[in-house]
């Protein structure tokens, strides 16, 4: 890596925790020093618009800097598991992807990471469209060094109270963070479709709605309206699954009922929210969750 990068990693706060880890030498808060993935593969069920005709080109990075009670990659995200590369390997990926036939290369949890990742795009720029699918927890001075190579926005916009945020998610400020963080996103990729429905351009917001939180689902769902562009997509999640290791959470042991998330599709409806997608209820299984190639 260029000494260009590695500044970045050695008082690291590249991400909202800011723990000043040397991460030439030791893992952040975020659980990894280097480069670390668990799986590239085509990805046939994120949104339409992102998975289309072949699926999406998606690669799983080790590590986060949230540490959500819930995670359904928590094998990977507190990294368990995962291959150390460099962004050379990772530039190759992108080119296997692409000649895999992928529809955009998808970079899942990788905020963390933006210091390998611009070595990455500086070796080789995918031709198909970028995604940067994220928890939202995201820095807006590191946002804006890896937006140049971004074409797609895929955050998550996960709470609204501090009160759940510091439960499920272990930051309180999780939402005065996220929302500027989303803000930028939405901002910065203007909507761009293909005539028959691939998205080239633009960002889309998801909600997985969660047990018991229909009052803050609403919350979220009046931000986006009030706070977005209107070419902005909304993804209302229904695919929340209790998996994992969820201790001492016994609100969190169900999927959640056809009441809550028909009272989250009744709020996007009165909100006048028509760039939607949506997903059956059946979707809470653990089909979603991928098996772990490292
Ligand atoms: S990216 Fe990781 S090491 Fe850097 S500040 Fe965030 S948690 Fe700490």
Request: charged share 25%; proline share 6%; glycine share 6%.
């Amino acid at each position: 890596m260029t000494n260009e990068w590695k500044h970045l990693l050695e008082n690291c706060k590249l991400c909202p925790v800011e723990c000043g880890a040397n991460r030439l030498e030791n893992a952040g808060a975020c659980g990894v020093s280097g480069l670390h993935i668990a799986k590239y593969y085509l990805h046939p069920f994120e949104e339409p618009c992102i998975s289309f005709k072949n699926g999406s080109g998606t690669v799983f990075f080790t590590g986060c800097n949230l540490r959500c009670a819930f995670c359904q990659n928590y094998e990977v995200s507190r990294a368990e598991r995962g291959k150390a590369i460099t962004p050379q390997e990772l530039a190759d990926i992108f080119k296997a992807l692409e000649a895999m036939g992928a529809e955009n290369v998808s970079l899942v949890t990788p905020s963390h990471l933006i210091a390998y990742l611009l070595p990455a795009f500086e070796i080789y720029k995918p031709k198909i469209p970028v995604v940067y699918n994220s928890s939202g927890y995201e820095k807006i001075d590191a946002l804006k060094r890896i937006d140049p190579f971004i074409d797609v926005y895929l955050p998550d916009m996960k709470f609204y109270s501090p009160t759940l945020s510091k439960r499920y998610l272990g930051k309180e400020n999780y939402f005065d963070v996220a929302s500027e963080a989303v803000e930028f996103m939405a901002n910065s990729k203007p909507l761009k479709m293909t005539d028959d429905g691939k998205m080239l351009s633009g960002c889309i917001v998801r909600h997985l709605v969660m047990p018991l939180c229909t009052a803050d689902t609403k919350a979220i769902l009046k931000w986006f309206k009030r706070s977005l562009p209107s070419d902005t997509y909304l993804s209302l999640m229904s695919q929340y699954t209790p998996f994992g290791k969820i201790d001492g959470m016994p609100e969190l042991s169900r999927p959640i009922t056809a009441r809550e998330y028909n009272a989250a599709l009744d709020t996007a409806d009165e909100l006048g929210i028509t760039n939607l997608f949506t997903q059956e209820r059946k979707s809470s299984n653990e089909k979603y969750i991928p098996e772990w190639d490292y």
